[in-house]
C-alpha cells in the first residue's frame, strides 16, 4: 500500500502565502505523477496542480501565475507553494499519487491524502 501524508495549510488573510508538502510511502515501485486538488463546500473536487515524473507540470487557470508546484523525487515529497492567495481559493486540499506499488505482480495506485483545510480569509 501507497500512503500519503500531508502538511501545511491553515488560515492566511487574502494576498497572503501558504505552502503544502506530501510524502508518500510505503510499497512505491514508481510514482507517474503527484499532484493536489481541492474540494469547495458544495464543489465538486478540482484539479490545482499536477507535477509528472518527468517534471512536466499542469495548473488549473485559476491558479496560473500563483502556485507553484514542485517535486523532490528522491524523497517522493511534493511541494505547493500558494502565493497571492484569493477567498475563491478555500478549500479543502487533497494530495494525489498515481504510478506502481512494488508488490509482485506490480499492480497500479491512485492513492489520495487525508486533506488539509485552507481558509482565506480576513
Known amino acids: 500500500q501507497v500512503q500519503l501524508v500531508e502538511s501545511g495549510g491553515g488560515l492566511v488573510q487574502p494576498g497572503g502565502s501558504l505552502s503544502l508538502s506530501c510524502a508518500a510511502s510505503g510499497s512505491i515501485f514508481s510514482i507517474n505523477a503527484m499532484g493536489w486538488y481541492r474540494q469547495a463546500p458544495g464543489k465538486e473536487r478540482e484539479l490545482v496542480a499536477r507535477?509528472?515524473?518527468?517534471?512536466?507540470?499542469d495548473y488549473t487557470d485559476s491558479v496560473k501565475g500563483r502556485f507553484t508546484i514542485s517535486r523532490v523525487n528522491a524523497m517522493n515529497t511534493v511541494y505547493l507553494q500558494m502565493n497571492s492567495l484569493k477567498p475563491e481559493d478555500t478549500a479543502v486540499y487533497y494530495c494525489n499519487a498515481v504510478g506502481y506499488g512494488s508488490g509482485r505482480p506490480m499492480r497500479p495506485y491512485d492513492t489520495w491524502g487525508q486533506g488539509t483545510q485552507v481558509t482565506v480569509s480576513s
Open positions: 507535477v509528472t515524473s518527468g517534471g512536466s507540470t
